[in-house]
T-cell receptor, first 111, second 113 residues
Framework: EDQVTQSPEALRLQEGESSSLNCSYT??????LFWYRQDPGKGPEFLFT???AGEEKEKERLKATLTKKESFLHITAPKPEDSATYLCAVQAVDGNNRLAFGKGNQVVVIP | ETGVTQTPRHLVMGMTNKKSLKCEQH?????MYWYKQSAKKPLELMFVYNFKEQTENNSVPSRFSPECPNSSHLFLHLHTLQPEDSALYLC????????????FGEGSWLTVV
């Protein structure tokens, strides 16, 4: 069974204080690893897909990296508007397109 | 605006009621999904439809009944629900291909009283 573990569960950052979120995964064969951002009361918003170890993707203050066992979402010099829950999900090669999600990293950035 | 629209956004229903959630995608995708999101739990996949055919039912109780009349529309019919079914129900869509991205709607908040 595909498993995704995200840590830390919750994180409070001062504005400008860079940090990283971790997503550890177990999957029979990885088709893709996804990062989403979810604001309270809203649906997940797509951020990145990573397909192979060593791949990196960036968007504004966010950078996602991937190894064979885990992914990191680095937040550089965060702003209050980066406050959200960040969800990690994996898609298996034989998984019928379904995503297996972690519980999320809840990030609060304090001005 | 993600291209996946869900209605209603909020729903309160009694345990003996029958209601439906609706989802429409404007992305030209051919796969649609229902996910359930409860507090402190990961998103749980409920149903998958590819080209209007149900390809996965993730052990969902029969009080939840999906319907997919075409590739753009997906319904979730609700009947005799329990209070523990209260959650955020998320619809999503993607293109059926090797590498795809699943896009979510804003969700329907369901409260069962």
């Amino acid at each position: 069974e595909d498993q995704v573990t995200q840590s830390p569960e919750a994180l409070r950052l001062q504005e400008g204080e860079s940090s990283s979120l971790n997503c550890s995964y177990t999957v029979s064969g990885l088709r893709g690893l996804f990062w989403y951002r979810q604001d309270p009361g809203k649906g997940p918003e797509f951020l990145f897909t990573l397909y192979s170890a060593g791949e990196e993707k960036e968007k504004e203050r966010l950078k996602a990296t991937l190894t064979k066992k885990e992914s990191f979402l680095h937040i550089t010099a965060p702003k209050p508007e980066d406050s959200a829950t960040y969800l990690c999900a994996v898609q298996a090669v034989d998984g019928n397109n379904r995503l297996a999600f972690g519980k999320g990293n809840q990030v609060v950035v304090i001005p | 605006e993600t291209g996946v629209t869900q209605t209603p956004r909020h729903l309160v229903m009694g345990m003996t009621n029958k209601k439906s959630l609706k989802c429409e995608q404007h992305l030209g995708h051919n796969a649609m999904y229902w996910y359930k999101q409860s507090a402190k739990k990961p998103l749980e996949l409920m149903f998958v439809y590819n080209f209007k055919e149900q390809t996965e039912n993730n052990s969902v109780p029969s009080r939840f009944s999906p319907e997919c009349p075409n590739s753009s529309h997906l319904f979730l019919h609700l009947h005799t629900l329990q209070p523990e079914d209260s959650a955020l129900y998320l619809c999503a869509s993607s293109q059926e291909k090797e590498r795809n991205t699943i896009y979510f709607g804003e969700g329907s908040w369901l409260t069962v009283v």
